[in-house]
């Protein structure tokens, strides 16, 4: 859109420069170093029949050094979301457009979801520990590839890759020298959970400490035009992170059912005091579980951090969808924790195509509740053997 004015100033309130718009609604500024910046859009310089979706005229940008920091402003006719009934075809179109939307953005969010519930639900199903310091691991894996990336100055790739590997180093150490040390002095299941709350509020300010309380974001692929395939728009990196995501979780549920330590980890699931007494190291399974749970978790980190802002409380906020997740496919499940993920997802953003958007995760959870009701096993669980 032509002739709009945008300023751009420092965080501390000093002018940088104000810009106007060209014919394709497209502005450049060039700033002297790197730091937070505001811009700001001058709504009085919009058309009178546009209005910016969401009524914010203004974005904080962070701009790396040698990088470009790219700000959208997505602009709407006036008056658009105050047309809650429309009786044209325009009307029901626009309702299947938002509709499709939603799904793809519900898919997204199911597989970040996903990612983090199925190490869960492997930890849980090798150990019996539900464990309340898994969303800290989501964390750590998006401000550790931060780290690498911003800290460093690594390319978001390589550093996304030494996250995991990193994550996954410590996902062994927690279990060889913590959890695995409480198995083995006879600590209860009830005690260990509550251990994990404690072990997750430590880490949540440990992080806080050294990450701050601001959102911070990738140097690479914070902001991308979006693409349109059909009636759905979105980001690339939405679509390759999307890609990524079931990959890994293809490979792991091969690997489940087609590798050795796959069905020794299995075994462990099903009863570990028999799968020792057949000659499975019970302890070296677990750890791996526990290796490939930080790992994942790091992932599922990293992908969540593309999509939004990157801050401590990241994993906490996801946490109770994660169980959700891992409750509705059926707990110690991997392919159970995918089904129940994909659709906390996929509810949590259709849903609001009719209830306001603060209320999308309370239906998530009451269909929880009522999918247990009937099935309290959950999805793909089984029911438990008494005896």
């Known amino acids: 859109m032509n002739g709009v004015k945008i300023a751009v100033t420092t965080e501390g309130g000093q002018p940088v420069q104000e810009v106007t718009t060209n014919a394709q609604g497209a502005w450049d500024v060039?700033?002297?170093?790197?730091?937070?910046?505001?811009?700001?859009?001058?709504?009085?310089?919009?058309?009178?029949?546009?209005?910016?979706?969401?009524?914010?005229?203004?974005?904080t940008p962070t701009v790396y050094e040698g990088n470009c920091s790219a700000v959208l402003f997505a602009l709407q006719p006036k008056g658009a979301p105050g047309q809650p009934q429309q009786q044209d075809t325009g009307g029901e179109s626009s309702f299947w457009t938002r509709a499709a939307?939603?799904?793809?953005?519900?898919?997204?969010?199911?597989?970040?979801?996903?990612?983090?519930?199925?190490?869960?639900?492997?930890?849980?199903?090798?150990?019996?520990?539900?464990?309340?310091?898994?969303?800290?691991?989501?964390?750590?894996?998006?401000?550790?590839?931060?780290?690498?990336?911003?800290?460093?100055?690594?390319?978001?790739?390589?550093?996304?890759?030494?996250?995991?590997?990193?994550?996954?180093?410590?996902?062994?150490?927690?279990?060889?020298?913590?959890?695995?040390q409480l198995r083995r002095r006879g600590t209860?299941?009830?005690?260990?959970?509550?251990?994990?709350?404690?072990?997750?509020?430590?880490?949540?300010?440990?992080?806080?400490?050294?990450f701050g309380g601001?959102?911070?974001?990738?140097?690479?692929?914070?902001?991308?035009?979006?693409?349109?395939?059909?009636?759905?728009?979105?980001?690339?990196?939405?679509?390759?992170?999307?890609?990524?995501?079931?990959?890994?979780?293809?490979?792991?549920?091969?690997?489940?059912?087609?590798?050795?330590?796959?069905?020794?980890?299995?075994?462990?699931?099903?009863?570990?005091?028999l799968a020792a007494s057949s000659g499975i190291n019970v302890d070296r399974v677990i750890r791996i579980i526990w290796t490939l749970g930080g790992a994942i978790a790091a992932l599922a980190g990293v992908m969540l951090g593309l999509s939004q802002s990157l801050k401590y409380t990241m994993g906490q906020e996801i946490l109770l969808l994660i169980f959700a997740g891992v409750t509705l496919g059926g707990l110690g499940t991997a392919f159970g924790a995918l089904v129940g993920s994909l659709v906390v997802g996929l509810f949590i953003q259709v849903s609001t195509l009719w209830v306001p958007p603060e209320l999308k995760s309370v239906g998530a959870l009451v269909v929880l509740i009522i999918v247990l009701l009937v099935r309290p096993q959950g999805i793909l669980g089984r029911r438990e053997r008494i005896g």
């Open 214 to 273: 601001e959102n911070e974001a990738f140097a690479q692929y914070t902001a991308q035009p979006g693409v349109e395939v059909g009636p759905i728009t979105a980001a690339p990196k939405n679509f390759v992170a999307m890609g990524i995501e079931l990959a890994v979780l293809v490979i792991v549920g091969f690997a489940l059912l087609r590798t050795r330590t796959g069905k020794a980890a299995r075994a462990v699931a099903d009863n570990p005091a």
């Open 101 to 180: 939307q939603l799904t793809f953005e519900g898919f997204n969010l199911g597989l970040i979801i996903a990612l983090a519930a199925l190490g869960l639900s492997l930890i849980y199903g090798t150990t019996g520990l539900t464990n309340f310091a898994h969303g800290e691991l989501v964390t750590l894996g998006a401000i550790l590839a931060y780290g690498f990336n911003v800290g460093l100055g690594l390319h978001l790739i390589p550093a996304a890759i030494l996250a995991v590997l990193v994550a996954g180093a410590l996902g062994y150490g927690q279990d060889r020298f913590f959890w695995g």
């Open 30 to 59: 060039e700033v002297e170093q790197p730091g937070k910046y505001k811009v700001t859009l001058d709504v009085g310089t919009l058309p009178q029949n546009a209005e910016i979706r969401g009524g914010n005229n203004t974005r």
């Open 188 to 210: 209860g299941i009830i005690a260990m959970m509550i251990i994990s709350i404690g072990v997750a509020l430590f880490l949540r300010y440990v992080m806080l400490i050294f």
